[in-house]
């Protein structure tokens, strides 16, 4: 059961390497490091007992700690592309019950995710404590239908999921997509199940303009647009 008193701690996983943009975590978006926006907001919420970031690289390290949040050393072997995300939480909660320390919920927030807010963060915790969810994760409507899928078979194009392709958006059920930004756990249900698509699982919506996901530089080119048009907002 989530509860408001609830032993809260943040783990951002911030790695070196990146294979698209380099150094990634690190890059300039709007005149601050990537990785900067999502200590902030996770610092700006007040949900948190720690905001640590996971990371192997010195670098990346001073940047999080000037951010104000601690650092957890990462091995080099959870610093590698095939480490996942699961790897670095197990690492990290485990690391922390050795050191005598224990949390009920855990918060995992991707630096890819610079236009999630200190309030999507509050209105996740609100959601995932209402719900009395044992998971929860932000999503964010598709952009186009998924029903709507073409696949190349024998060198043609065929719809994907049969006659759906013929109804109006309005007719097709309301999907969602994970969009990166927000995953809430409680600890023993994670440790338990060793995923965020465990049981008890229940989303937060997130608008399109603030899912971007930072894959790629035109990613950094469109949050840097829409990081423009909250200012002036």
């Known amino acids: 059961m989530a509860r408001a008193n609830d032993r809260r701690a ?34 700006a919420s007040g949900l948190f007992e720690r905001v640590v970031v996971s990371t192997e690289d010195e670098a990346i390290a001073r940047v999080a700690e000037g951010c104000g949040a601690a650092v957890l050393p990462r091995a080099a072997a959870l610093a590698a592309s095939t ?3 699961v790897d670095v939480c ?15 919920v855990l918060a995992f927030l991707l630096p ?8 999507d963060l509050r209105g996740a915790w609100q959601r995932f404590v209402e719900r009395d969810a044992d998971f929860l994760m932000a999503v964010t409507d598709y952009a186009i239908p998924p029903f709507w899928a073409l696949e190349e078979r024998d060198g043609y194009l065929r ?11 309005q007719e097709l059920p309301r999907v969602c997509v994970d969009n990166g930004a927000v995953y809430f756990a409680r600890v023993e249900a994670f440790l338990r199940e060793r995923t965020f698509y465990g049981d008890r699982l229940v989303g937060y919506w997130m608008p399109r ?16 647009f829409f990081l423009a048009r ?3 907002a």
């Open 10 to 43: 943040c783990l951002v996983p911030a790695r070196g390497g990146s294979q698209r943009v380099p150094r990634k975590n690190v890059a300039p978006l709007a005149g601050r490091p990537l990785l900067a926006w999502t200590v902030e907001a996770a610092l």
């Open 83 to 85: 480490a996942t995300g």
């Open 90 to 104: 197990v690492d990290a909660l485990e690391r922390w019950q050795a050191g005598g320390e224990r949390f009920d």
């Open 112 to 119: 890819t995710s610079p236009l999630r807010t200190a309030d």
């Open 159 to 169: 719809p994907f999921w049969g006659h759906e392709y013929l109804k109006k958006s």
């Open 209 to 224: 303009e603030r899912s971007v996901d930072v894959d790629e530089p035109v990613d950094l080119a469109l949050a840097e």
């Open 230 to 232: 909250r200012d002036t």
